[in-house]
């Protein structure tokens, strides 16, 4: 695959955190703004290898301190979904979590006020399609999130989709959201859950069982068959980060990664960069890696947004319009 061609299709991408993929540019004009350290933004990109999932989230308590107010929320929503509508991502969920972002004086309708404007913004100046996935953080207690997700709902914003749980899963295993998942599934958010980033292939099983449709990175069910299994009953799709993955050490190494073995057994998987700055990647540059240590084709790109597209939480008319962009799209190449 040519790097050119890659960047020019039309891709989809479903597992993209907002405060982890604002451009480096833009996280720069907002720290210029408020006399910020800027020695500090050198820390933003993780390491190509970091110990663990902890060490790689590091970088994220500076940028949140230049996403505090409604004007940089907004700028930071428009920038990352014009970054990914520059390489022709149409279809985008991107996901943040409120709580991080009323350090000053912003209430959480404030918030998603905020993002949203950014995206509508962006909306109406490229071609891409972006809805709202709503985190609750890990490190957060249940009540905290509830009451976090009771003032999301006062809203009414309609881009909001999802309901996901990010943050240090070792110490805050999927058993005990229960309320949360609940909730959220009960005000009509649909759910996709971070499981099995850590090794924890039960949090895989937990999540499906707690309602999710998608499962962010899954990596642990590769040395679980009867997870496998259980994905593949469930028709759950794997939203896979590779950079991520093997930076936070999910997957030791490259000939690790479980793509092909998940496709070859039917598992439903589509390509995402997790956090664009702090992996310093894009969606194009995900499949370059894939086509170089893998040698997947334009018809294997196809599939996978095709499935990250079967799994967006849109409706059917979205999904009918954009598969028939990506089959007219890929149809010389494959
Ligand atoms: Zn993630």
């Not at 509830?146 to 058993?175: H, Q, R, W, Y």
């Not at 292939?201 to 590769?222: M, S, T």
């Not at 997947?296 to 799994?311: E, H």
Request: aromatic share 6%; with cysteine; hydrophobic share 40%.
């Amino acid at each position: 695959m040519q790097k050119k061609i890659v960047q020019q299709l039309p891709k989809v991408e479903l597992h993209c955190h907002l405060d982890g993929s604002v451009p480096m540019e833009t996280l720069k004009k907002l720290a210029e703004k408020q006399q910020f350290n800027m020695a500090l933004l050198d820390q933003v990109i993780a390491p190509a290898k970091c110990t663990d999932l902890v060490d790689y989230l590091k970088g994220f308590d500076i940028i949140h301190k230049l996403m505090q107010t409604y004007e940089q929320l907004e700028e930071s929503a428009y920038a990352t979904a014009k970054a990914a509508a520059l390489e022709n991502v149409r279809y985008m969920e991107l996901r943040f979590a409120p709580l991080l972002h009323i350090e000053a004086d912003l209430t959480v309708p404030e918030v998603i006020a905020a993002v949203s404007e950014g995206i509508r913004r962006a909306m109406k100046q490229y071609d891409i399609i972006v809805n709202l996935l709503i985190c609750g953080m890990r490190q957060h207690s249940n009540e905290d999130n509830l009451m976090m997700l009771s003032e999301v709902m006062k809203t009414k914003e309609d881009l909001m989709v999802g309901f996901d749980m990010a943050g240090p899963e070792p110490d805050f295993a999927n058993d005990h959201i229960e309320p949360l998942t609940t909730y959220a599934q009960e005000k009509g958010l649909q759910i996709t859950l971070h499981a099995g980033e850590c090794g924890c292939a039960h949090n895989v099983v937990q999540a499906i069982r707690l309602g999710a449709k998608r499962i962010g990175h899954g990596i642990a069910i590769q040395k679980d068959e009867a997870a496998q299994e259980f994905c593949l009953e469930k028709g759950t799709v794997i939203e896979m980060c590779p950079t991520s993955n093997i930076q936070t050490n999910a997957v030791k190494d490259w000939k690790d990664y479980p793509l092909l073995d998940f496709l070859e057994k039917g598992i439903t998987c589509c390509i995402n960069t997790d956090n664009r700055t702090v992996s310093n990647t894009t969606l194009t540059r995900e499949y370059m890696l894939l086509t170089e240590h893998f040698g997947i084709s334009y018809a294997t790109m196809k599939s996978l947004n095709l499935s990250g597209l079967s799994g967006a939480f849109t409706t059917v008319e979205v999904k009918a319009k954009l598969s028939s962009v990506i089959e007219k799209a890929y149809a010389p190449y494959v």
